[in-house]
């Protein structure tokens, strides 16, 4: 009779995976390579070109110079197209949308080297983007169409914001002065309403951070407090990371309207508090005044605002409906926060 084991025999080992080829993986980093080179590659472009655009406001080679805003994403996009053509044909959506992700990854690049803060970038990355996916498609057409060299083409883009520069092209920065004007109904008398315009302490964010200006990064107020001198209205106003300033009146009446001006000193704008490039009083953009005026509706006030502001760039094209409707966002959300204000109890106020 035989003896019954006391456990099954062990299983022989499954046999381990085999390690793949040395020449398999290198191939596989070959291809993951050469994907991403050709985005790499633009948005080095881009960072080359915004290292030699690095000058003063109102040089030829200010970041602000049109050549620059629209040619330097061009050729990124241009070029993008170029490396990725030189590896293998790609279809027209490559040519569109991949430029952006070149210029996506420049514009981040120029912020990690604090060329750019995050303000400037979300205001002027949809105009990059078009414009890298513009030039892309173009290097893609011309790719297709001709059979010579496509080098010098590539390279030609992305000089010739820097000749244009040499030679003069570009630095102008005509003026455009633009209002917008917005009004509320505010179930509240003209004496509580004036008290509040002219007085708002302890601004909290939940307030006003509806504003489009605040979400990308402008710091939000927190008090604007005013009194009388001899020669008008001084309000005082305190934002967020330490920006200060004044707003003067020689032109008001009680209840009925006030006429404010802004005064900026040296030290109002902390280094660092906004990005240089839209920088309130600046070479690119300013306020010039603002204008409340409070008109009686039965047992209620409508309130009215109007902003007057300045744009100076080459592409106020461009420039001046965006600062049309931060500004006239900031308006909205401003007159509900006197309205809710006013509205208000005593008590909650």
Known sequence: MSKIPDSPPTPPPLPSAKPKPPRERSSRMEKAFMAGWPIVGGALIGLILRGIFNGNPGSDFAAMVWIFILLAPFAIGAFTVYLAEEIRPRTARYHFFMPMLSVSLCVLGSMALLWEGWICVILILPLFAVMGAVGGVIMGALYRTFRGPKAPTAYSFVALPVVLAMLGVGGEQPRRYEHVERRVLIQATPA??????????????????????????????????????????????????????????????????????????????????????????????????????????????????????????????????????????????????????????????
Do not use: C
């Not at 309403?193 to 951070?209: G, K, M, Q």
């Not at 001899?230 to 009680?254: C, N, Y």
């Not at 009925?256 to 070479?283: M, T």
């Open 192 to 349: 509580q309403v004036w008290r509040n315009l002219l007085d708002a302490d302890h601004i909290r964010a939940d307030e006003v951070d509806r504003a489009w200006m605040y979400r990308i990064g402008v710091p939000t107020p927190l008090a604007g407090l005013t009194h009388q001198t001899p020669t008008g209205l001084v309000r005082e106003v305190r934002m967020g990371k330490g920006i200060h300033f004044r707003q003067m009146s020689a032109d008001w009446s009680p209840q009925r309207y006030v006429h404010w001006q802004y005064k900026f000193e040296e030290d109002s704008v902390p280094a660092g508090a906004l990005d240089d490039h839209v920088r309130i009083g600046g070479d690119y953009f300013d306020l010039l005044d603002t204008r409340y005026t409070l008109t009686p509706r039965g047992d209620a006030t409508e309130l009215s605002i109007r902003m007057d502001y300045r744009v100076s760039t080459g592409f106020n094209w461009y420039t001046v409906p965006l600062a049309d409707w931060l500004i006239g966002n900031f308006s909205e959300v401003i007159l509900e926060f006197y309205r809710h204000r006013a509205e208000a109890p005593a008590s909650a106020v």
